[in-house]
């Protein structure tokens, strides 16, 4: 099961870029990056996922470089109520095993 | 669509107490998850199940008992509770797919065990 180290906290301002860094050393052939938010007191909510170069949707982008040792959740001018817990995910179908390992995530304040 | 429910929203136990938090979702996924969340640990697995009648352990399973006799329902048993099992439980949902672990999660239960 591959294990990802992200920072703890970040800060940031209105309208500012974030990215938070993930690191995965031992992700698997098969294993997907997903990053998730969660708001207190909420349920983690999906955000972005990829497997490999760049995904883009509505509200994040996802960078993985070629060696998929690490992957960057971009943000693109952030509001206030971005500040959230950010989880990065490594894992992937394989079989039946739908065993994840939720690091501690990254806590990013928004500041006006 | 109601998504991912769970009741209750907030429980007190007392020691050695036995209760039954109750999970459901109606979006006719097969894989449903029991998550525990306390400060400075992160989300750990508990017990999972890959469909109806199917189900496995995950990362921290004592103290907690799982059936899926439907798909729409995963209700997670705490046969004695006990103060270390204070926590938030948190309820997930999904459908299988190559490498998609896009989960839904329900609201929480804040359990409190004196």
């Known amino acids: 099961l591959a294990k990802t180290t992200q920072p703890i906290s970040m800060d940031s301002y209105e309208g500012q870029e974030v990215n938070i860094t993930c690191s995965h050393n031992?992700?698997?052939?098969?294993?997907?990056i997903t990053w998730y938010q969660q708001f207190p007191s909420q349920g983690p909510r999906f955000i972005i996922q990829?497997?490999?170069?760049?995904v883009t949707n509505e509200v994040a982008s996802l960078f993985i470089p070629a060696d998929r040792k690490s992957s960057t959740l971009s943000l693109p001018r952030v509001s206030l109520s971005d500040t959230a817990v950010y989880y990065c995910?490594?894992?992937?179908?394989?079989?039946?095993?739908?065993?994840?390992?939720w690091g501690l995530g990254t806590s990013l304040a928004v500041n006006p | 669509n109601a998504g991912v429910t769970q009741t209750p929203k907030f429980q007190v136990l007392k020691t050695g107490q036995s209760m039954t938090l109750q999970c459901a979702q109606d979006?006719?996924?097969?894989?449903m998850s029991w998550y525990r969340q306390d400060p400075g640990m992160g989300l750990r697995l508990i017990h999972y199940?890959?469909?109806?009648?199917?189900?496995d352990q995950g990362e921290v399973p004592n103290g907690y008992n799982v059936s899926r006799s439907t798909t729409e329902d995963f209700p997670l048993r705490l046969l004695s509770a006990a103060p270390s099992q204070t926590s938030v439980y948190f309820c997930?949902?999904?459908?299988?797919?190559?490498?998609?672990?896009?989960?839904?999660f329900g609201p929480g239960t804040r359990l409190t065990v004196l």
């Open positions: 995910l490594v894992g992937g179908n394989a079989g039946n095993n739908r065993k994840l390992i």
């Open positions: 997930a949902s999904s459908s299988p797919g190559e490498g998609r672990i896009e989960q839904f």
């Open positions: 199940s890959v469909g109806a009648g199917i189900t």
């Open positions: 979006m006719n996924h097969e894989y």
């Open positions: 031992n992700i698997a052939t098969n294993d997907y």
């Open positions: 990829g497997y490999k170069t760049k």
